[in-house]
């Protein structure tokens, strides 16, 4: 019987509903347009993008981006300096309450380090994006084809129109 009550507790509590809330912090937090460039064989690294949004009422940290497609990820920022223009590291990203982060080709990209191989066209690219409020978010990444400037999605429906 003494061996039952901390069953019967739990029981209790979840059906209760003093359970954990079922709006989680993720929620909050959502990766939009995941995809990534098609990389030619041999190189060792390639980049992806994204938009990171948030809903939420706080701001949230995004801590990492892994890959099992590479050997780490590395968050970087593009800056134009004495017009030439430079790669920085970002070791953690704020992301604001109501704000939207854009990955995109010249700007702030994910960096894909030591390829595992190459990336191809067509394929799918797995991505985890780690927050410190919302947690692990993980999404597929299209790869477009080398030298895209857009998501294929995007990429094929703008070629479409022009």
Same mark, same amino acid.
């Given at each position: 019987m003494l061996r039952a009550l901390p069953s019967l &507790?739990?029981?209790?509590? +979840?059906?209760?509903g003093f359970a954990a809330p079922s709006a989680t912090p993720a929620a909050n937090v959502s990766i939009e347009l995941p995809w990534a460039r098609a990389t030619?064989?041999?190189?060792?690294?390639?980049?992806?993008?994204? +938009?990171?949004?948030?809903?939420?009422?706080?701001t949230d940290r995004l801590?990492?981006?892994?890959?099992?497609?590479?050997?780490?990820? %590395?968050?970087?920022?593009?800056?134009?300096?004495?017009?030439?223009?430079?790669m920085r590291p970002?070791? %953690?990203? *704020?992301?604001?309450?109501?704000?939207?982060?854009? &990955?995109?080709?010249g700007g702030m990209h994910l960096m894909l380090v *030591?390829?595992?191989a190459p990336l191809r066209a067509g394929t799918q690219l797995e991505l985890t994006f780690v927050f410190?409020?919302?947690?692990?978010?993980? @999404?597929?990444?299209? @790869?477009?084809?080398?030298?895209?400037?857009?998501?294929? %999605? %995007? *990429?094929a429906s703008h070629h479409a129109h022009h």
């Open positions: &507790f739990l029981c209790l509590v +979840v059906g209760s030619p064989p041999g190189v060792q690294v390639g980049a992806a993008y994204a +938009v990171i949004a948030n809903q939420g009422p706080a801590l990492k981006v892994t890959t099992p497609a590479s050997a780490r990820v %590395e968050i970087h920022s593009t800056t134009q300096v004495a017009g030439r223009m430079q970002v070791t %953690e990203l *704020d992301v604001p309450a109501g704000a939207r982060i854009t &990955f995109g080709p *030591d390829l595992k410190e409020k919302a947690g692990a978010i993980a @999404v597929q990444a299209t @790869v477009a084809p080398i030298g895209s400037s857009l998501p294929a %999605e %995007e *990429d």
